[in-house]
């Protein structure tokens, strides 16, 4: 009996002692702050160093545009589900979001100096009319910018003088453009050699992407604004 006051002691301190070792190793270690519990509520993907995001500029593009040039990126329709996009200093000029696009030719009209829409259409080249499309670009003003995307088939209703005028525009391609061929290209009205900003992929049942058609087609850059002598 005389035992157990000792006893309890040793067991006591024998406790605190084990208590402390444990509380020690938990919290790291003296001087070391809290690291355990932090690792406790840290999780493996916060703790690893985070990459930057590349930064990007106007309408997505990696690089910013130089003084005096107008940033655009375009990408045409995908077969006949997946609308074009045409955007140019970093503002949505045409998209199915914007519910101005559709089947054929989407032409986004823009004054080369401001830079300013001017107008922006949709022409059926499988149903439509293609005189409306004549009536559109006959008569622009010198200096136009002019941005086209196809979708679905932006070719079956063209003819000769719709050609031409696409090529006095600066196209190249467009004399070979054909039924559901993928189709992008900025010309203006008023150019002397053919345009640096044309894709164009064939239809063909070999290559094509999807059932039918071929691939989207994604298209940007920097266009020198036009100057009011020009």
Known sequence: MRLAGPLRIVALVVIVGLTWIIV????????????????????PENSATVEPRARKYKCGLPQPCPEEHLAFR????????????ICLEDKMLMSSVKDNVGRG?????????????IEARAFDMWAGDVND????????????????ASYDDPATKM????RKLFSDLGSKNVKDLAFRDSW???????????????????????????????EALEMEGCIPRRTMAS
Do not use: C, D
């Open 24 to 43: 020690s190793i938990f919290l790291g270690g003296p001087g070391s702050g809290f690291p355990r519990i932090q690792q406790l509520f840290t999780s």
């Open 74 to 85: 375009m990408v045409s329709g995908a077969a006949n589900v997946i609308g074009p996009k």
């Open 105 to 117: 030719l989407n032409i986004a009209l823009v004054n080369g100096v401001s830079g300013e829409l």
């Open 133 to 148: 499309l004549l009536k559109f670009i006959r008569p622009l003003h010198e200096g136009t910018l002019v941005f086209v």
């Open 159 to 162: 003819n000769e003088e719709t």
């Open 184 to 214: 992008v290209f900025v010309g203006a009205k008023g150019v002397q050699n053919k345009s640096p900003f044309e894709q164009h992929v064939k239809n063909s049942k070999h290559t094509n992407k999807y059932e039918g058609w071929p």
